[in-house]
């Protein structure tokens, strides 16, 4: 399988679909969130770090992140084809996987966007706020998620358009649907 990048704001199904689609494709998955997770919970320097930018809706360093997403990359078995999930969130960062991959010989592959309406959004991070406890699912963080979103990683969505890689997926109702709809177009790649 092709690398692939999944795109979308928080809530719209980036890990639940990535989950589907390593599970049917056997490909490696590097969710950017929840590598940040971990070293929270393991408490260590770049946890203390991230932790910051995390709890207030923000985004972490360009810089940082690109370095983190690099070695995780560098860590996975060469060959499979990896899920980017999270990752890129801005420009920047997309500039910089392009450019990694392109001194490896990789190929960007494919992305795909995952459009789902805002108060749909709303409903499932509160609902996951209760499943799951996650400290940036409260609705003053959502509220700055979304914005961050809308300003700094929605653009990339055109950044994608030019490279021809954006291919776009609308929520209407249905995860039958939706992930139909995702494996019949990457059956085709
Ligand atoms: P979803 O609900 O679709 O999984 P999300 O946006 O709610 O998406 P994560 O992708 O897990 O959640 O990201 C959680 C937080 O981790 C972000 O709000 C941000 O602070 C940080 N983060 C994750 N990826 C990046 C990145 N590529 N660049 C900067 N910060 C990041
Ligand atoms: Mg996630």
């Known amino acids: 399988m092709k690398n692939i990048i999944i795109f979308g704001a928080p809530g719209s199904g980036k890990g639940t679909y990535s989950d589907e689609i390593v599970a049917k494709y056997g490909m490696g998955h590097i969710s950017t969130g929840d590598v940040l997770r971990s070293e929270i919970k393991n408490d260590t320097e770049l946890g203390k770090i991230a932790k910051g930018y995390i ?69 499932r991070l509160l609902h996951r706020a209760i499943e799951q406890g996650r400290a940036d699912d409260n609705e003053e963080t959502i509220k700055k998620r979304f914005e961050v979103y809308h300003k700094q990683t929605e653009p990339l969505a055109e950044w994608f358009e030019k490279e021809g890689m954006r291919n776009t997926f609308t929520w209407k109702g249905s995860k039958e649907q939706m992930l139909a709809d995702i494996f019949a177009f990457l059956d085709a790649q």
Not at 92 to 118: C, I, P, S, T, W
């Open 55 to 123: 709890d207030n809706g923000q985004l972490i360093p360009d810089e940082l992140m690109i370095d983190i997403l690099a070695k995780t990359y560098d860590e996975l078995p060469e060959g499979k084809g990896v899920i980017f999930d999270g990752f890129p969130r801005t420009i920047a960062q997309a500039e910089a996987l392009k450019k990694m991959l392109a001194e490896r010989n990789h190929d960007m592959g494919v992305m795909v966007e995952l459009v789902v309406d805002e108060e749909t959004l709303l409903a």
